[in-house]
């Protein structure tokens, strides 16, 4: 098609996207699956371009490697997403915060 994307905002988050675009004419590139209740009112659509692979990443301060209820949320984020790997444009980068 030829399209190519124009970004005019860079936001910290999905719902300030929404919000922003809610209240001018332009668009946002938002998950669907974690967004719906935010949406609502609002239009949808497939965008006609290809975009970048997603990049998942889990921060932590090194103090809590090995805090045992910490490892266990950590690897059930690592399973969750592990498993929509295969789905779509997913990778997994798990790092630390630096000191």
Not at 12 to 38: K, Q
Not at 53 to 62: E, Q, R, V
Request: negative net charge; proline residues 6%; charged residues 20%.
């Amino acid at each position: 098609m030829g399209l190519a994307r124009q970004i005019a905002a860079t936001v910290a988050g999905f719902a300030t996207a929404l919000v922003l675009v809610r209240e001018s004419d332009m668009i946002a590139t938002v998950p669907e699956r974690h967004t719906a209740n935010l949406r609502t009112d609002m239009h949808s659509f497939e965008l006609p371009v290809d975009l970048a692979p997603l990049t998942i990443a889990m921060l932590w301060h090194p103090r809590l490697d090995a805090d045992p209820v910490h490892r266990w949320l950590r690897a059930c984020l690592r399973e969750v997403c592990s498993s929509q790997v295969a789905l779509g444009n997913l990778q997994l980068d798990d790092q630390r915060t630096p000191r």
